[in-house]
C-alpha cells in the first residue's frame, strides 16, 4: 500500500478551508434571521440594504477562500 504522507502545514490549511467553508455556508443561511433581528432596531432602519449586501459579500468570500484552500491542497495531493 502507497500510502502518501502530508506535511502539517498542509493539512492545516486543509482543516482552515474546511472551516471557512464551512462557517461562509452556516453565514449563508443565517443573514434572513438576522436582519430579521436588525428591522427591529430602529436605528439601522435606513441602512438595511447595505447591511444585507454587506453580510452576502461577507459570506461569498468565506466560502470563496475555503474552496481556494481546499482546491490547492487537493492540487498538491494530486502531485505527489
Same mark, same amino acid.
Given at each position: 500500500m502507497n500510502r502518501k504522507t502530508y #506535511? #502539517? =502545514?498542509?493539512l492545516l490549511q486543509l482543516i482552515w478551508g474546511t472551516a471557512l467553508l464551512v462557517?461562509? %455556508?452556516?453565514? %449563508?443561511?443565517r443573514i434572513p434571521f438576522?436582519? @430579521? =433581528?436588525?428591522? @427591529? $432596531?430602529q436605528y439601522f432602519s435606513s441602512v438595511q440594504m447595505f447591511l &444585507?449586501?454587506?453580510?452576502?459579500? $461577507?459570506a461569498v468570500?468565506? $466560502?470563496?477562500?475555503g474552496i481556494k484552500k481546499i482546491h &490547492?491542497?487537493?492540487r498538491i495531493r494530486k502531485k505527489q
Open positions: #506535511s #502539517s =502545514q498542509d462557517m461562509g %455556508l452556516a453565514f %449563508l443561511f438576522l436582519m @430579521e =433581528q436588525i428591522k @427591529e $432596531i &444585507r449586501i454587506g453580510f452576502y459579500f $461577507i468570500i468565506l $466560502i470563496g477562500g &490547492r491542497f487537493l
